[in-house]
């Protein structure tokens, strides 16, 4: 049984799309534009599907979320070659670990002005904006070539960046929630729960949730 789609969203989203591996953290959708195609191999197993394989401890491993840590090519080789310097609670202290970092980005920055956190947001924003433009469903490399892997990228890209990014602007504006007017934490309360509900739909498709608010991208630029 392949690996299923939930399961990839998450696994891929919950680590931004970065290698796991504290010592590499190489950032996979580089490979997916160049290659065109998704290695699935990356989604490494922690006990192996065979039972005689890496981890495999005599019964293998299913292809739940739960039982796959995400890595690049290089080292889903290296833990599996070597899989008693790689154990199975190794690879889980990895995953877990870096999840846990990639939900508190942005949580430990301060700002000395409301106008130095305006300039971090709206530096975050334009990069989301430019990747909607140059991967999104409207664009004009997706109209030129309706059957590229474009679609494919454009998925993965709001997980591993539009995700993180937003997740980097709610952390940053609670971490300097004092230096905000009183319409300014409105607006930002607006943001933050479109925030979550896009996250969600990503993983479990939403009849609706809210939009994006404009009024937020205007308020928040210097």
């Known amino acids: 049984m392949a690996i299923v789609e939930k399961d990839i969203k998450l696994l891929w989203g919950r680590a931004a799309g970065i290698c796991s591996n504290p010592g590499c953290r190489k950032e996979l959708t580089l490979d997916l534009e160049r290659a065109g195609s998704l290695n699935i191999g990356e989604m490494a197993h922690l006990i192996a599907r065979q039972p005689s394989g890496p981890r495999g401890d005599g019964s293998g491993g299913d292809n739940s979320y739960g039982n796959l840590v995400l890595l690049c090519s290089g080292c889903h080789t290296l833990v599996d070659k070597a899989p008693e310097d790689y154990p199975e609670a190794l690879l889980h202290q990895w995953k877990s670990a870096w999840e846990a970092e990639v939900r508190t980005l942005g949580r430990t920055r301060k700002f000395d002005?409301?106008?130095?956190?305006?300039?971090?947001?709206t530096k975050l924003l334009g990069e989301s904006r430019q990747l909607w433009i140059d991967f999104g469903p409207r664009s004009k490399a997706s109209e030129r070539d309706p059957?590229?892997?474009?679609?494919?990228?454009?998925?993965?890209?709001?997980?591993?960046?539009l995700v993180p990014n937003n997740t980097r602007i709610v952390n940053m504006i609670e971490a300097n929630y004092g230096l905000l007017t009183f319409i300014q934490?409105?607006?930002?309360?607006?943001?933050?729960?479109?925030?979550?509900?896009?996250?969600?739909?990503?993983y479990h498709r939403l009849d609706q949730y809210p939009l994006f608010p404009k009024d937020f991208e205007q308020e928040f630029r210097p």
Do not use: C, M, P, Y
């Open 113 to 121: 002005s409301i106008n130095d956190l305006k300039v971090a947001v």
């Open 147 to 161: 059957g590229s892997n474009l679609a494919l990228v454009w998925n993965l890209k709001k997980l591993d960046t």
């Open 185 to 202: 934490r409105e607006l930002f309360h607006k943001f933050s729960a479109h925030a979550g509900a896009f996250e969600k739909n990503q």
